[in-house]
T-cell receptor, first 117, second 113 residues
Framework: AQKITQTQPGMFVQEKEAVTLDCTYD???????LFWYKQPSSGEMIFLIY??????QNATEGRYSLNFQKARKSANLVISASQLGDSAMYFC??????????????FGDGTTLTVKP | KAGVTQTPRYLIKTRGQQVTLSCSPI?????VSWYQQTPGQGLQFLFE???????NKGNFPGRFSGRQFSNSRSEMNVSTLELGDSALYLC????????????FGEGSRLTVL
């Protein structure tokens, strides 16, 4: 069964500094996708970044990058130059198999990030 | 382009009642999935609908049901409400093909008294 582990319930970072949010996963399916979502206090989940299991390079989207270490089954999110608006809950998620399973994602418990001015 | 719209945003029910939540996906998205979010259990997958058919189902009792209409709009229903059903119910839509990221609505917050 697929499983996502986020071991950091809460993290603090100083504004303008970089922060890494940890995520490890477990799956026996060779084809999978890894996602990071942001959930501000308003409640709406926002997609940040995607990494496919066969992607050779780490994904990047603006200030977000995904440090994908396949052998270690980790997919850490790196946020560079943190901003106050980055304060939110961050979820790592995975879906197995081809895209037909896209709607069925398994989520981690989340990490609450607080950016200090 | 309009995002995912969920209604109602907030509702209060009492035990034993039933509730229906609605979700309108992004135009062109044919997959709609539902998640329950609680402080204790986190985000849990309820079910997914694609072209009016349930494609995936999570481990929830039969009191939780859903459907999808020909215009891709979806509804979920919870019958015989229990206190433990109090949660934020999130609807998400996704495109067929591509990377499969989910686009979420703002959620419907259900309180069961």
């Amino acid at each position: 069964a697929q499983k996502i582990t986020q071991t950091q319930p809460g993290m603090f970072v100083q504004e303008k500094e970089a922060v890494t949010l940890d995520c490890t996963y477990d799956t026996s399916d060779p084809s999978y996708g890894l996602f990071w979502y942001k959930q501000p206090s308003s409640g709406e989940m926002i997609f940040l970044i995607y990494q496919g299991s066969y992607d050779q390079q780490n994904a990047t989207e603006g200030r977000y990058s995904l440090n994908f270490q396949k052998a270690r089954k980790s997919a850490n999110l790196v946020i560079s130059a943190s901003q106050l608006g980055d304060s939110a809950m961050y979820f790592c998620a995975m879906r197995e198999g081809v895209n037909t399973n896209a709607g069925k994602s398994t989520f981690g418990d989340g990490t609450t990030l607080t950016v200090k001015p | 382009k309009a995002g995912v719209t969920q209604t109602p945003r907030y509702l209060i029910k009492t035990r034993g009642q039933q509730v229906t939540l609605s979700c309108s996906p992004i135009s062109g998205h044919r997959s709609v999935s539902w998640y329950q979010q609680t402080p204790g259990q986190g985000l849990q997958f309820l079910f997914e609908y694609f072209s009016e058919t349930q494609r995936n189902k999570g481990n929830f009792p039969g009191r939780f049901s859903g459907r999808q209409f020909s215009n891709s709009r979806s509804e979920m229903n919870v019958s015989t409400l229990e206190l433990g059903d109090s949660a934020l119910y999130l609807c998400a839509s996704s495109l067929t093909g591509g990377t499969g990221e989910l686009f979420f609505g703002e959620g419907s917050r259900l309180t069961v008294l």
